[in-house]
């Protein structure tokens, strides 16, 4: 940058992010004020050094004294750095401390993800995977187990955000249900209640009962039992900014399945306060890991 700018090639010298000195590689790498505080935010420890060492050496034993998560937080938020730099630069698009740490973290996580499950990640070859919604917009996902002997249906909702994490769930015991379709039905109408009473305002819905999601979709009376179910979502509808519904095959609801399974194994309906069981978290990792290796 000192070259350029001797050649006048380069106007801006100051560093574009903290606008206080001169960018060079020693600041960019390592004693910019924004650099230090997304550091200072992701809690990296810098050890102490003597003053004659330069900026390479006191880097490079920073870089080596640390753990595997702390290389990889360095890593990545120096690449995130020059990055949204870049995109001031070129694009003028403005800078957002949240939105980097924001993504710095997540970037982490999802790296620890893939190399904390090796094995599942090779489990996502075919071309259904769960998909997250966009960002301020929740997906819920339900589904429902039936027993016909007793005529019982535990029904399951699982909220997730855009980044994939679990905003919620829900399991919930109806007693004389018919079939597995009215089953699935009041699934999908504790969706919506459940999104009522967590304050969701713009939904997707997802579940695997096409015959559920038609009957929804459908405008006009019929004669179907699903009809007062299905109205009354219709009605709930009209609580929320925003709902679609969506159907999907059953790979991709599985986090659902699985919910209503625990439900029924461990006799719990209402929210899953003390936490979701192992096996709903699995599913989820799995599906998100899916997702982030698909994109
Ligand atoms: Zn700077």
Redesign the pocket.
């Known amino acids: 940058m000192r070259n350029l700018n001797r050649r006048t090639l380069c106007v801006e010298t100051a560093?574009p992010?903290?606008k206080?000195?001169l960018?060079d590689t020693e600041?960019l790498l390592w004693s910019?004020?924004?650099?230090r505080s997304v550091w200072t935010s992701l809690q990296i420890k810098l050890p102490h050094f003597d003053a004659s060492l330069d900026y390479k050496n006191c880097f490079v034993s920073t870089f080596l004294a640390e753990d595997g998560r702390q290389r990889r937080l360095i890593s990545i938020s120096l690449w995130c750095l020059w990055y949204h730099r870049n995109k001031l630069v070129h694009e003028g698009v403005k800078f957002s401390m949240s939105k980097v740490l924001g993504f710095i973290r997540g970037y982490d996580h999802d790296t620890w993800l893939v190399n904390k499950n090796p094995l599942l990640s090779s489990g996502c070859r075919g071309k259904d995977i769960w998909r997250p919604p966009e960002s301020d917009i929740i997906k819920l996902n339900f589904d429902a187990s039936y027993l016909p002997e007793k005529k019982i249906a535990i029904t399951a909702v699982l909220a997730r955000d855009s980044r994939g994490k679990v905003a919620g769930t829900d399991t919930y015991l109806f007693e004389e249900v018919g079939d597995a379709f009215v089953a699935e039905a009041r699934a999908c109408e504790r969706a919506l209640l459940f999104a009522r009473m967590m304050g969701f305002r713009r939904l997707i819905v997802e579940g695997d009962s096409l015959t559920v999601i038609k009957s929804i979709m459908k405008k006009e009376e019929d004669r179907s039992v699903l009809r007062p179910i299905t109205f009354h979502i219709q009605c709930l509808q009209q609580l929320f900014e925003e709902v679609t519904y969506i159907y999907v095959p059953r790979t991709i609801n599985r986090a659902a399945h699985v919910l209503a399974i625990e439900g029924r194994r461990r006799g719990i309906c209402g929210n899953w306060i003390a936490g979701i069981p192992d096996s709903v978290k699995l599913v989820v990792e799995n599906d998100w890991l899916c997702w982030i290796q698909r994109n």
């Open positions: 560093c992010l903290c206080e000195v960018e600041h910019c004020g924004v650099l």
